[in-house]
């Protein structure tokens, strides 16, 4: 069984900085993708960093510079280094995990999410 659970939310005031981790738990015999989402009240759910298993990363537009996106392989963890934060960034925060499954499926793990709190 596959598991991931973030950590690292919490309370911070504008410009400051948090860093959220996420522990996968669990055998994957391959992890194509890793990226971590954020849900802000009232508002869908939306993609705010990836990297995949060659280590190519995007951003969404309004975190470039501000939030960095890393992993370590070798303790099947990955992080989201946010700093400059904005009281915008105000959001549960998700990691989210793809793993090929099958016969040309792939299945997207998710995390339960933490909140990162911003204050002006």
């Known amino acids: 069984q596959v598991q991931l659970a973030e950590s690292g939310g919490g309370l911070v005031q504008a410009g400051g900085s948090l860093r959220l981790s996420c522990a996968i738990s669990g055998t994957i015999a391959r992890l194509n993708v890793m990226a971590w989402y954020r849900q802000a009240p009232g508002r869908r759910r939306e993609l705010v960093a990836s990297?995949?298993?060659?280590?190519?990363?995007n951003y969404a537009d309004s975190v470039k510079g501000r939030l960095t996106i890393s992993r370590d392989n070798a303790k099947n963890t990955f992080f989201l280094q946010m700093t400059s934060l904005k009281p915008e960034d105000t959001a549960v925060y998700y990691c989210?995990?793809?793993?090929?499954?099958?016969?040309?499926?792939?299945?997207?793990?998710w995390g339960e999410g933490t909140l990162v709190t911003v204050s002006s």
């Open positions: 990297i995949t298993s060659g280590g190519s990363i």
């Open positions: 989210n995990a793809v793993v090929p499954s099958g016969t040309n499926q792939l299945y997207y793990y």
